[in-house]
């Protein structure tokens, strides 16, 4: 069987939401796919809920990433919303916003403020020009989380991108 070109498949959006809950531990993913499937259901019945095609892309048990239909974005966060508890917790999912792509959404509506500075992978650096939390390293690229966050709001990005060679010319 073929694969659809690109111009004939579905066209998708990228809900990035949080979920606020009065659990003590975090929400996993079976749990919150249940409680939004559900409310889908009983919002939209069968046909509402088939439209929509959720599909959840990330997911740390506070903010996520949901993939669904271009043409039911509205049904989508109708029915999210309407999610109330999630294992007998009361709980509400704030939608953050919708994007055409999985980076444009983590980059524009995950806030900075959630990358973990304390991973086992992450290193602090201070040099003449730059400071910050390098969280991810690809052979001499590095990515890091700045100290100074203006630097991420000027640029609406979630981390500042550097070789080798600029950390080595910093001073």
Do not use: W
């Not at 444009?104 to 003449?128: D, H, M, R, V, W």
């Amino acid at each position: 069987m073929k694969i659809l070109p690109s111009s004939l498949r579905e066209k998708k959006r990228y809900i990035a939401f949080e979920v606020i809950t009065e659990a003590d531990e975090p929400i996993d993913r079976k749990s919150l796919l249940d409680e939004i499937f559900f409310s889908t259901q009983s919002l939209m019945g069968d046909v509402g809920s088939s439209e929509i095609g959720y599909r959840l892309m990330d997911f740390d048990g506070a903010r996520g990433v949901i993939r669904v239909n271009h043409g039911a974005v509205e049904k989508a966060r109708a029915a999210i919303s309407t999610v109330c508890s999630i294992k007998g917790y009361r709980t509400l999912i704030n939608i953050l916003g919708v994007s055409g792509t999985i980076r444009a959404a983590t980059e524009k509506y995950i806030a900075c403020e959630s990358i973990p500075s304390t991973n086992i992978l992450s290193l602090q650096i201070t040099t003449g020009k730059f400071s910050g939390t390098i969280v991810k390293e690809r052979g001499d690229e590095v990515d890091m989380v700045p100290e100074n966050k203006e630097v991420l709001k000027r640029s609406n990005v979630r981390y500042v991108s550097m070789t080798s060679f600029d950390l080595d010319n910093s001073n």
